[in-house]
């Protein structure tokens, strides 16, 4: 997979791209990620690439010269590919469009700053918009380096264990259970038995309820579009939570509770 990168400060990313398992990934050629500094592209002296906005207001806004420039030199050395912004106003950023990205075989990222892009080239020139949060950052390379981090590691091979990238927090909209190593006590505090047990079936059960009560405490929205299994309510009763996840909002669970009123009826 390959990502470009359009950014006035392409430093910024130099340290990150080679550490851990970026750096692997692009070492063993499961990934390619090149930069591009959007001054390159100016059409001025001063290699200019904002200027003041028209209709007068608050800082700065990008030109549009130099980022088509750098888009169409992307274009003609490695063919078109599906063009991000960077931006506070794009789609919220989720487990489920870096899968949908993980799926490109080419990304071209879009590193806004100061107000933003001329609007002639997010009208034009870009396929999506995305965000990574409701917060401004000073620029989108930040954004742009969360992308990359999340989607490289989608990628078949990238990861050592491969179970991890669909077993992970937000693989099915559950939080992560907690997670226990050596020692077995550490300062009084013990693991809990049941992971020392090797019961495997009884490791499952505590591990998925506790995800449950987990989301359920901290990101109880997310339990409104989850979906378990027939076994999985079958836990769910046998521990008391089933009032509590309907409470939620569960979509499935308020299913089964108005066909259990037409069964009745």
């Known amino acids: 997979m390959r990502f470009d990168v359009l950014t006035i400060f392409p430093e910024l990313l130099e340290s990150p791209l080679q550490e851990g398992i970026i750096r692997r990934a692009i070492r063993d050629e499961q990934a390619k990620v090149v930069t591009h500094n959007i001054r390159d592209f100016a059409t001025d002296k001063h290699s200019m690439t904002d200027d003041r906005p ?36 794009g789609r919220p950023y989720c487990q489920e469009v870096a899968q949908e990205l993980s799926e490109k075989d080419h990304l071209v990222l879009v590193c806004g700053r100061y107000e933003g892009v001329d609007e002639r080239i997010r009208a034009h020139c870009i396929d999506d918009e995305i965000s990574i949060g409701d917060y401004i950052l000073t620029g989108g390379e930040l ?30 909209g559950l939080l992560k259970h907690p997670q226990y190593t050596r ?26 309820v506790t995800s449950v009560q987990r989301t359920m405490a901290t990101r109880p929205a997310l339990l409104r579009n989850v979906v378990f299994s027939a076994q999985e309510w079958k836990i769910l009763k046998k521990h008391g939570l089933l009032k509590s996840i309907a409470s939620h909002g569960n979509r499935s669970a308020r299913a089964g509770d108005d066909r259990r009123k037409q069964d009745k009826a």
């Open 54 to 89: 028209f209709g007068g207001g608050e800082g700065m806004v990008m030109k549009p010269e130099p980022i088509a420039g750098a888009l169409q030199h992307v274009e003609q050395a490695a063919a078109k590919g599906y063009v991000v912004l960077l931006s506070p106003q």
């Open 183 to 208: 020692p077995r006590v550490f300062d009084s505090y013990e693991v809990p038995d049941v992971l020392l047990t090797g019961d495997h079936r009884a490791i499952a059960e505590w591990r998925f």
């Open 143 to 172: 954004a742009a380096l969360v992308l990359i981090d999340s989607i490289i590691r989608l990628i078949p091979g990238v990861l050592g264990c491969a179970e991890s990238a669909a077993n992970d927090t937000f693989s099915r």
